[in-house]
């Protein structure tokens, strides 16, 4: 376990604790828990805030489910050494009396969907975004076309994408570009090949923000195999994501455009993907964990893409009833 995954899944207990002593009148721990299965239950039904206010996500009561299975599952020696006998079936057992079975676990019919809200680009909107962030004088404008057609045309997330070091783009001896990407919830990073047009307007951004910062008399320095962080803000500093969601929300007013979100590009991407290549092809290109994950949340195609693909499905039918039929030629070879 990661110390990222350690520090998340201590902080979603934490919270699950508090609702528990909330809900109980008085301070409970996970032993208190594990002893009462019938607090335990009433405790993932809630659905509620730790402070108690509130609702959650249902991706946070499904996290408060697995996080509380595997501590069980990792403190079962020193659990039964304080007298609870398999930990993890009791949780089980709080479970089935409050959550619906999917498979081998269980459901929680609390708190609002996640989702990823905001509208989904089409092509020509996206083309447009680019256009006007592009518009920006000096190296700000490459730096944000480079930026918005990576997320558009790899479909890559926008927080790995702001941590890129230049440590981790390479040049491959073809010219083009290739940099890797750490990859949420996983060890191993992301390969990503940059199209041309994204590796000119990359290598546009480096040295005008090079040239710039030089001017200015500023340190900082980018490029391809050098250390630091590849995106900049006005100032030189690192581009943070308050300073992205700026840039996007000006460009789209510009634009005439609704705000897109974070994943709205992403989404784009799956959207527009699955439509030409396999499903488990898109889901690898944009380090899903799986075609069904990607399916669930972001691939949102529009009606107009939904009744061009039922129409192509009912003339392959057509055309393979009348291929079935046999020509008139056949029919005559067949009496003779």
């Known amino acids: 376990m990661s110390s990222a995954t350690a520090r998340r899944y201590?902080?979603?207990?934490?919270?699950?604790?508090?609702?528990?002593?909330?809900?109980?009148?008085?301070?409970?721990?996970v032993l208190d828990l594990l002893r009462q299965?019938?607090?335990?239950?009433?405790?993932?039904?809630?659905?509620?805030r730790g402070s108690g206010i509130g609702l959650v996500s249902a991706w946070l009561a499904a996290q408060r489910r697995s996080v509380v299975r595997c501590f069980t599952r990792l403190m079962a020696v020193e659990l039964s050494q304080a007298g609870i006998n398999d930990p993890e079936m009791v949780v089980t057992n709080a479970l089935r009396n409050v959550a619906e079975p999917v498979g081998t676990g269980f459901r929680l019919p609390v708190g609002w969907p996640r989702g990823?809200?905001?509208?989904?680009p089409s092509q020509v909107e996206t083309a447009r975004l680019i256009s006007e962030t592009?518009?920006?004088?000096?190296?700000?404008?490459?730096?944000?076309?480079?930026?918005?057609?990576?997320?558009?045309?790899?479909?890559?997330?926008?927080?790995?994408?702001?941590?890129?070091?230049?440590?981790?783009?390479?040049?491959?001896?073809?010219?083009?570009l290739r940099m890797v990407l750490r990859v949420k919830s996983s060890r191993v990073p992301q390969e990503l090949s940059l199209p041309s047009s994204v590796t000119a307007e990359l290598e546009v951004y480096i040295s005008t923000f090079n040239q710039w910062a030089r001017v200015?008399?500023?340190?900082?320095?980018?490029?391809?195999?050098?250390?630091?962080?590849?995106w900049r803000a006005n100032s030189g500093g690192v581009w943070t994501y308050n300073s992205w969601r700026e840039t996007i929300n000006t460009a789209c007013s510009r634009a005439n455009l609704p705000r897109f979100t974070a994943h709205s590009f992403r989404r784009s991407f799956a959207t527009d993907?699955?439509?030409?290549?396999?499903?488990?092809?898109?889901?690898?290109?944009?380090?899903?964990k799986s075609p069904r994950r990607m399916d669930d949340h972001y691939v949102h195609p529009s009606k107009d893409i939904l009744i061009s693909r039922?129409?192509?499905?009912?003339?392959?039918?057509?055309?393979?009833?009348?291929?079935?039929?046999?020509?008139?030629?056949?029919?005559v070879e067949g009496v003779g």
């Open 10 to 29: 201590s902080w979603v207990l934490s919270d699950f604790l508090r609702l528990a002593t909330i809900l109980n009148g008085e301070p409970v721990s």
């Open 37 to 48: 299965p019938c607090v335990l239950g009433k405790t993932f039904a809630a659905g509620e």
């Open 116 to 120: 990823r809200g905001g509208p989904t």
């Open 134 to 176: 592009n518009a920006e004088q000096g190296w700000l404008g490459h730096r944000n076309s480079a930026f918005l057609q990576l997320l558009a045309r790899r479909g890559v997330r926008v927080g790995s994408l702001l941590k890129l070091d230049g440590h981790d783009v390479h040049r491959l001896p073809d010219g083009s």
């Open 216 to 230: 200015r008399g500023l340190d900082a320095r980018i490029g391809v195999g050098v250390a630091g962080h590849v």
């Open 273 to 288: 993907a699955v439509a030409i290549v396999s499903r488990s092809l898109v889901a690898a290109a944009g380090s899903w």
């Open 310 to 331: 039922l129409s192509n499905l009912q003339d392959r039918a057509l055309d393979g009833v009348q291929d079935s039929r046999p020509t008139d030629e056949a029919v």
